[in-house]
Structures are given as structure tokens and as C-alpha cells.
């Protein structure tokens, strides 16, 4: 037997008063006792909500005179239960959409209060519709139907994209000066339910201190669509923001051979790179295109070639010649990869510049964005029988970059408790 009682003892105070029954075993008791900590909380919920509704005396907003067409019920799903609650609402002496301060004051996110909708929308980031209720259900003990999960977190998503040009981020609090910036993207292919396998598109932005450690990533991400427009300028607005909060720094680009790439990365990044490891698997590539070295001897290759490139100046028209000369002694598919290496190593070797960098502490590898392409779109948009719809993979993808760069998640709450959504 459980008891819970609540009472407002004053402007800005509720008792609780909880009397429970110590029996059955401790499952059961814990059980029981998570159920009534969430009546106590819908209780005071009521109250603390509630404390917020307007008065219904009349409103100016602006030009506009709003008047009280009374109190109707409404009820708002918080992180312990629904409470249904009267409050008053408004229209404007012309008529048309009504208003309710009560909602606009608490920052409620459709009829859900801020902490509900921001831990939904969070377990939504990494969890699909079905797994997050059970997840819910089993560590708050608090139903949630799968269609309004995925209302929910599509709101929250909504107001992330909608706020990202005007709300800017502060980078976290960092142990070093930034000396350098990598800024890399690079595209993956997840299963779209129109249109077959489309590709999203990843970006990694991450500072670097004088000794080559890095400190901090921001990420940005994009749904599939036709010209990549949308990620396009969400990653210059993030890269911008950067450039003035550090403007000393070294600006790199950092990507695979794709000229798509490249044509967005070279006018806004003082240094490019070819990420090293593309490289290093030409090297092999070539390595293993060279039948009459032993085994042992293509890998010894490798690795000294490999080893070269990275850490000396003027090593690649020497790498490149070898590769040539095996050329004339290769056939069929040894002769296409040989001729493959031959061809990237000569159109990229303005960008594999990696002793100079090495030398200077830069990074030389875009592990950072590939490692987004997995995270951000892999882990949680291609399980096994997943396909989206645009918006739905576009909701996925703004949750989770905001919640993968540091710090992002809890000033998006903090602004939008102090501005709305």
C-alpha cells in the first residue's frame, strides 16, 4: 500500500509526502517505488506548470490586443506522466490563431514539457521508435506511443534546423591555443524508401593545438538530395563561425580524391591534403599488383614506400616512377591497379605534402570525418531493414550531430528555454 500526497505550502514550494509499504521483493518494492515517485512528480508537475497560465486579463502583443476565450483542458506529457491541466487561451480582437502564455512561459514542445521532449529526442537520436519506447518504459517506467515519438522528436529536429542560422554554439572551454583547423566531408549511402540507395553527406571540422593533439570536433550532416545545397551551407556557416573565433589559426583541407570534394574544400582552406591513409592504400594497391615480388617482398614495399611518403620531401616522383616501370611487365588486372596508382599519385601530388605537415604537427588524416560518416549516418540510419523518407532521415541526422559535438546538446536546451522554439 502507497500513499503520496502533494500540497503547496507556497508561492515557490510543494510538499510531498510519499508512505509506503516495505513488502514483496526488492524488484517488486523498486518497481512500486519508481511508479510512485512518478504520481508525486505528475502532482507536483500539475502545480508547477500550472503556476505559469495567465490571469485572463487581456494581452497586447505588439499592435494586437488578445483577449481570454476561457480555460480548456489540455493535456501535457512530461517525464512522469501526463497532467491535464485547464489554462486560458487567447485570440486576438481580428481572430485567427489562438495563443497560450502558459505554453509560450514553460517552453512546451508540442504538449510536451522541455525535459520530456529533450530526453525522447535524445534516446530518438540513437534509438529506433520501438526500442526507445521499451527503453522508456523499462528505465522510467513511462508510456510513450511510436507514433508520438517520432512526432516529438520531428519537432525538435524541426526547431534545431530552423534556429541553426540565427543560434550560435560556443566552443567548449579547451586545454590549449588552436593552431591548426581540419576541416574534411565526405558523402555515405544509406537506403531511402523512394528512391533506393542515395548519398548523405558528412562534415568534420576539428582544432588542433600547436603539438598536433586534437581538442575539439564539430560535425554537421545532411539527408540525401540532388546538389547537396542544404549541407552545403550548413558546413559554411559552421566553418565561418570558426574562422572568427580563431582566426590565426591554420585552416586544412582534408579528403579522399573526389573532385566534389575538393571544389568546395580548396577556396576555403589555406593547405589541402589528400588524407594519407587513401594514399597508403595505393601504395598497396600497387604493392600487391607486382606478381613477380614474392609475398614478403610486395609487403616490405609497401611499408617503405609507405613509410617515405609520409616522412620525406621529394619521395613521390621517385614512387611514382617504380610504379610505372612495373607497368611494363604487368597484365590484366595488375596492369589496371598499377595503372590506377600511376594516375592518382600524378593528379593528386600537390596534396601529399604529409613530411610537411608531419614536420609542423598537422594532421594528415580525415579518420575524423570517415569516423562521422559511421556515427552520424551508419550506426543509426542503415540497420538491418531500415529506409527512410527525407524528413524522417533528416530529423536522425540533425539530432545526432548536434548531440555528437560537444556541448551542442545542453546550449540548445539552454536557448531554447531562455528564447523558445
Known amino acids: 500500500m502507497t500513499t503520496v500526497q502533494a500540497e503547496r505550502v507556497s508561492e515557490k514550494r510543494v510538499r510531498v509526502t510519499l508512505e509506503i509499504e516495505l513488502e514483496g521483493n526488492l524488484l517488486q518494492f523498486e518497481e512500486g517505488l519508481q511508479q510512485s515517485f512518478n504520481r508525486a512528480g505528475v502532482m507536483v508537475m500539475e502545480t508547477a506548470i500550472g503556476r505559469n497560465d495567465a490571469d485572463g486579463s487581456p494581452i497586447k502583443i505588439g499592435s494586437n490586443r488578445y483577449t481570454s476565450k476561457g480555460r480548456f483542458l489540455q493535456t501535457y506529457e512530461t517525464l512522469f506522466g501526463p497532467v491535464d491541466l485547464k489554462r486560458h487561451v487567447y485570440q486576438s480582437q481580428h481572430g485567427g490563431k489562438t495563443f497560450c502564455p502558459l505554453e509560450e512561459r514553460t517552453r512546451m514542445l508540442l504538449n510536451a514539457t522541455p525535459k520530456y521532449a529533450k530526453v525522447v529526442s535524445s534516446k530518438y537520436a540513437s534509438l529506433a521508435a520501438p526500442r526507445l519506447r521499451e527503453d522508456l518504459l523499462e528505465s522510467n517506467a513511462r508510456a510513450i506511443s511510436i507514433s508520438y515519438t517520432k512526432t516529438l522528436a520531428d519537432f525538435v529536429a524541426a526547431v534545431v534546423a530552423a534556429k541553426e542560422v540565427h543560434w550560435e554554439y560556443d566552443v567548449p572551454k579547451l586545454p590549449e591555443e588552436v593552431a591548426s583547423v581540419a576541416v574534411g566531408l565526405d558523402g555515405t549511402c544509406m537506403l531511402m524508401k523512394d528512391d533506393g540507395w542515395r548519398q548523405a553527406m558528412c562534415g568534420s571540422i576539428s582544432l588542433y593545438d600547436k603539438?598536433?593533439?586534437?581538442?575539439?570536433?564539430?560535425?554537421?550532416?545532411?539527408?540525401?538530395?540532388?546538389?547537396?545545397?542544404?549541407?552545403?551551407?550548413?558546413?559554411?556557416?559552421?566553418?565561418?563561425?570558426?574562422?572568427?573565433?580563431?582566426?590565426?589559426?591554420?585552416?586544412?583541407?582534408?579528403?579522399?580524391?573526389?573532385?566534389?570534394?575538393?571544389?568546395?574544400?580548396?577556396?576555403?582552406?589555406?593547405?589541402?591534403?589528400?588524407?594519407?591513409?587513401?594514399?597508403?592504400?595505393?601504395?598497396?594497391?600497387?604493392?600487391?599488383?607486382?606478381?613477380?615480388?614474392?609475398?614478403?617482398?610486395?609487403?616490405?614495399?609497401?611499408?617503405?614506400?609507405?613509410?617515405?611518403?609520409?616522412?620525406?620531401?621529394?619521395?613521390?616522383?621517385?614512387?611514382?616512377?617504380?610504379?610505372?616501370?612495373?607497368?611494363?611487365?604487368?597484365?590484366?588486372?595488375?596492369l589496371e591497379d598499377l595503372s590506377a596508382a600511376a594516375r592518382y599519385f600524378t593528379n593528386h601530388g600537390e596534396k601529399m605534402k604529409y613530411w610537411e605537415h608531419k614536420k609542423e604537427n598537422l594532421p594528415i588524416g580525415s579518420g575524423v570525418t570517415e569516423a562521422a560518416c559511421k556515427m552520424l549516418i551508419k550506426e543509426r540510419l542503415c540497420k538491418s531493414g531500415m529506409r527512410w523518407k527525407n524528413d524522417g532521415a533528416a530529423c536522425v541526422i540533425s539530432l545526432r550531430a548536434l548531440r555528437m559535438s560537444d556541448g551542442r546538446w545542453e546550449q540548445f536546451w539552454d536557448k531554447l528555454m531562455q528564447y523558445g522554439a
Open 211 to 334: 603539438a598536433g593533439e586534437r581538442m575539439h570536433t564539430i560535425y554537421a550532416g545532411a539527408a540525401p538530395e540532388y546538389g547537396k545545397e542544404t549541407f552545403h551551407g550548413r558546413f559554411e556557416r559552421e566553418l565561418e563561425r570558426v574562422k572568427k573565433a580563431f582566426p590565426e589559426a591554420t585552416y586544412i583541407g582534408l579528403a579522399d580524391g573526389a573532385p566534389d570534394n575538393w571544389s568546395w574544400l580548396e577556396p576555403r582552406t589555406e593547405r589541402h591534403l589528400i588524407d594519407f591513409w587513401h594514399a597508403r592504400e595505393y601504395v598497396g594497391k600497387a604493392a600487391r599488383a607486382m606478381p613477380e615480388k614474392s609475398a614478403e617482398e610486395r609487403k616490405s614495399w609497401e611499408e617503405e614506400w609507405s613509410h617515405r611518403l609520409k616522412h620525406e620531401d621529394g619521395v613521390l616522383a621517385n614512387l611514382t616512377r617504380e610504379i610505372v616501370e612495373a607497368k611494363e611487365k604487368a597484365k590484366g588486372a595488375d
